[in-house]
């Protein structure tokens, strides 16, 4: 089964960049797009990043996507850290029946 | 453009739960309605989807037979039902519309806990 692997968490501090990784388990993450979502504690989860680097309306360009085919990985990258963007991270992408996969999710704490 | 889901609901271990996901400010049939959940402390877990202009349904191996999704088109309504359920399905469960970039939006979630 196809998996996504993200670290547990991350922290740094406001008004530097931070990057969480998001390494797919077999095949190649380039294969399927893959997005990023945002999750503040007892909220729905949001869209910061589709189709592997690409931001929705109202999402400020200080989040970037990227793909790393030598890696197997995607990335997202939050520069000018702000505390509001203290949340839990989710990459999602696609298996080989086009089911969707979540990573397990990675916390960013911004301290 | 909104999805507003069905409030939370309590269950005994071995009953089953539907709960619903009312769509508005889009055309209901025009795009794909994706269920996830998240049990407590835990990350996204993806259920499945369902086409509400055709019907056809995918579902993840891991609910196959306890699963089933259906609409309602005259009232912009998706739902969920979940049958046999156990402890380890108490969860906030999500839907949420696969429009121009999965998934937006997300309704607001509704939490099923199960206990005896």
């Given at each position: 089964?196809?998996?996504?692997t993200?670290?547990?968490s ?7 960049t931070?990057t ?5 388990s ?8 893959v997005?990023w979502?945002?999750?503040?504690p ?6 910061v ?13 200080r989040?970037?996507?990227?793909i790393d085919?030598s ?5 997202l990258?939050i ?6 963007d203290?949340?839990d ?9 086009s ?11 911004v301290? | ?7 939370a609901e309590v ?12 769509a508005?400010g ?13 049990a407590?402390?835990?990350g996204l ?7 509400p202009?055709?019907?056809v349904?995918?579902?993840a191996q891991?609910?196959?037979g306890r699963?089933?999704m259906?609409?309602d ?7 969920m039902?979940?049958?046999k ?28 806990t199960?206990?005896s």
């Open positions: 089964n196809f998996m996504l993200q670290p547990h991350v922290s740094e501090s406001p008004g530097k931070v969480i990784s998001c390494t797919g077999s095949g190649s993450i380039a294969s399927n797009y997005q979502f945002r999750q503040r007892g909220s729905a989860p949001t869209t990043i589709y189709e592997d680097k690409r931001r929705p309306s109202g999402v400020p360009d989040f970037s996507g990227s085919s890696s197997n990985s995607a990335s990258t520069s000018g850290l702000k505390t509001e203290e949340a991270y989710y990459c999602q992408s696609y298996d080989s029946g089911h969707v996969v979540f990573g397990g999710g990675t916390k960013l704490t301290l | 453009v909104q999805l507003v889901q069905s409030g269950r005994k271990p071995g009953a089953s739960v539907t709960v619903s996901c009312k508005s889009y055309t209901f049939t025009g795009n794909l309605v994706h269920w996830f959940r998240q407590p402390g835990q877990e993806w259920m499945g989807r369902m086409n202009n055709s019907g349904t995918t579902y891991k609910f196959q699963v089933t259906t609409r088109t005259s009232i912009s309504t998706a739902y039902s979940l049958t359920l156990r402890s380890d399905d108490t969860a906030v469960y999500y839907c949420a519309r696969a429009g121009a970039f999965p998934f937006d939006p997300w309704g607001q979630g509704t939490l099923v199960v206990s």
